[in-house]
């Protein structure tokens, strides 16, 4: 190859840029999304995601990273928009598989701060603060800070200049006319990069469905106003912890109504510190005091601000809806007001919380019977403005689940975008953008999500959570199978069986099968002497009543002494053949029995 070939070729590769969403692309959270070159990769939040209904024992959610460990030389900065967790939650456990620079806003980094310590990544932690305006320079990218408004200060979208052209990434955004803090979206900076040509938008698709424009923050001002007004017992405002804007409104009414302002949820009191000392928050101490004091008040003396608004079972609002909180009670007349939008899958869960509210016989006010939520992501009317602005050549949607993306899509082409120049992706999928395409060419296939089960060590792989979601929904059944030497010995036999139901309520079942394995006889005594089946027991766990089901039980017995004694010799002496064969049979059976599907689990013994 030629000096000058050789020099096209490597021109030729530099012409693109791939993006890789790792998260936020077909559900709301987990945000991530990745920009690479050649040479340079750069990544735009870090989010985590909360469990659904049907993930048990499943305490949080990160992006799969595999993608940048595996590439971590190229790595040249995380970005971050703005602080709230679904965008920063999952940066201590990125940063400690990968040692990069991170880049956020004085108040965005403050929150982030608190996690990292928590989590002793801190100390290794290397945190850049940038403000709206700023230019970072990283590698092939050179990344602007751009303010728009959205339900917490210090928010920015970030415009990319790349080899190909500017691909502006616009984070959580709403057009705030009258916002909290008198700060407006930088609609100047988004009209210039307009006119100076943007090749590649990815824009927030959370409110995508949603017509018309996204009111004010200050629109529900005056129904929390009337709230204040005609309670005459305590008033418990519940929020998202990182939810500054409303949470200043709610100070500024307290204020107003002399009432003395408690808080509670350790997120939302480490953000509240955290605001005040920085000054994102107005809050006069005299008027803060500790919630374990509460109760030393009169009742229409106090307001109490509290995390739980998506029914979080160890929030603050969750614990005094069972009345198991240490120090704080909802009374007969007492007002909550729950102030927050209704994620969806949390349903049930906020429902529970509402229900358990009623019965102490409070008083509730919630996003579907008042004017006391307003959300801080852009309708449709704002999504457009953000595509006039920025007239982008290609435009790809990000934020949200795939019906909020395709809406997105069909928003874009009703401004004028080529339905060719929309893209449509999801996690995982590799997209290559040059001067002059936009398209899917692959995808990654070490993407998707980590489970976390307790701590953040443990990653929970993803058999382990389907075998908790059928033991919960079908239940579980040990067939314990004593298999015995031709000896006509009986008093082994039943000294065995008499240990069966120890067996199944040990802690782990995996632990009971490799016990019961090491009592297999040696080598030598297999060879000599065939097994037969003898004593069999079925023992069922949420699956059916064994005291009701004995025709049942006794024919599933019957099955399996068949299926062991069709097998040969050498399958008996196979643990696991044994196991298999067990299994197969009383599936098929239970299944066409029952239309179940219970976990079984054969317990084979050798005596």
């Known amino acids: 190859m030629t000096n000058s070939t050789l020099a096209n070729s490597e021109q030729r590769t530099k012409k693109n840029v791939s993006i890789i969403p790792l998260g936020g692309l077909g559900e709301f959270g987990l945000n ?8 340079d990769i750069i990544v735009i939040d870090t989010g985590f995601m909360l469990p659904n209904a049907d993930m048990p024992g499943v305490d949080l959610i990160f992006p799969d990273i595999h993608y940048l460990v595996e590439r971590k030389e190229k790595v040249r900065g995380i970005l971050l928009t703005h602080g709230h967790e679904d965008h920063i ?6 940063l400690r598989q990968l040692d990069v620079p991170v880049y956020g806003t004085q108040l965005t980094l403050a929150i982030a701060s608190g996690r990292l310590r928590e989590y002793n ?17 990283l590698g092939d990218f050179s990344a602007e800070f751009i303010h728009v408004t959205h339900s917490i200060p210090d928010s920015v979208a970030v415009a990319l200049r790349t080899p190909i052209g500017v691909i502006v990434h616009t984070g959580d955004f709403k057009f705030d006319a009258t916002p909290i803090d008198g700060k407006l979206s930088d609609i100047q900076t988004l009209a210039r990069l307009g006119s100076e040509g943007v090749q590649l938008l990815v824009s927030d698709s959370t409110n995508a469905e949603r017509l018309g424009q996204t009111p004010s923050e200050r629109s529900i001002y005056d129904t929390i106003d009337n709230i204040f007004q005609r309670t005459e017992q305590k008033l418990f405002l519940c929020t998202f912890s ?12 307290a204020n107003i109504h002399r009432r003395l302002i408690a808080v509670s949820g350790r997120s939302l009191i480490n953000n509240v510190r955290t605001a005040s000392e920085l000054g994102y928050l107005n809050l006069n101490p005299d008027y803060l005091i500790d919630a374990r004091d509460a109760s030393m008040f009169k009742p229409h003396e106090v307001v109490i601000l509290s995390t739980g608004s998506q ?13 198991n909180h240490p120090f704080l009670k909802v009374e007969q007349g007492d007002t909550v007001v729950i102030s927050a939008r209704i994620i969806p899958g949390n349903e049930k869960a906020i429902g529970n919380v509402v229900n358990h509210l009623i019965r102490r ?3 509730i006010y919630h996003e579907r019977n008042a004017n006391v939520h307003v959300s801080g992501h852009g309708s449709t009317e704002d999504l457009k403005l953000m595509l006039n602005l920025l007239q982008p050549k290609f ?18 082409e009703s401004v004028g975008i080529p339905s060719d120049n929309i893209k449509v992706a999801e996690d995982g999928e590799l997209i290559r953008l040059t001067p002059e395409t936009c398209e899917v060419f692959g995808r990654e296939g070490r993407s998707g999500r980590v489970l976390v089960d307790g701590k953040p060590e443990i990653e929970l792989e993803d058999i382990v959570l389907r075998d908790r979601i059928q033991l919960s929904e079908e239940g ?7 298999l015995h030497s031709d000896t006509g010995d009986s008093n082994q036999q039943s000294a065995v069986s008499s240990q069966q139901e120890d067996i199944v309520t040990d802690k782990t079942l995996a632990t009971t099968t490799q016990s019961t394995d090491s009592q297999q006889p040696t080598a030598d005594n297999s060879s000599k002497t065939g097994l037969n089946a003898g004593q069999i027991e079925i023992i069922s766990r949420g699956f059916v009543y064994m005291d009701k089901s004995e025709e049942l039980i006794e024919e599933a017995k019957e099955i399996t002494r068949n299926v062991i004694e069709n097998l040969s010799d050498e399958q008996k002496h196979e643990t696991e053949t044994v196991q298999d064969e067990v299994r197969g049979a009383l599936r098929r059976f239970f299944s066409k029995q029952m239309q179940r599907s219970p976990l079984i689990f054969p317990v084979v013994m050798r005596v």
Do not use: W
């Open 32 to 39: 991530m999304m990745v920009y690479e070159t050649e040479d």
């Open 89 to 94: 939650g999952a940066l201590f456990y990125v």
């Open 121 to 137: 990544v801190l100390g290794k932690a290397q945190l850049n603060t940038i403000a709206p305006g700023d230019t970072v320079e």
């Open 242 to 253: 990182s939810s500054l804007h409303r949470i200043q409104q709610f100070i500024d009414l």
């Open 311 to 323: 029914g979080e079972p160890r929030s603050a609002m969750s614990l005094m809806a069972l009345d």
């Open 361 to 363: 016989g409070a008083k």
């Open 395 to 412: 435009f790809m949607p990000m934020h949200g689940e795939y019906q909020n993306l395709v809406r997105h899509a069909e928003l874009a």
């Open 476 to 482: 579980i059944l040990v067939p314990i199978v004593v």
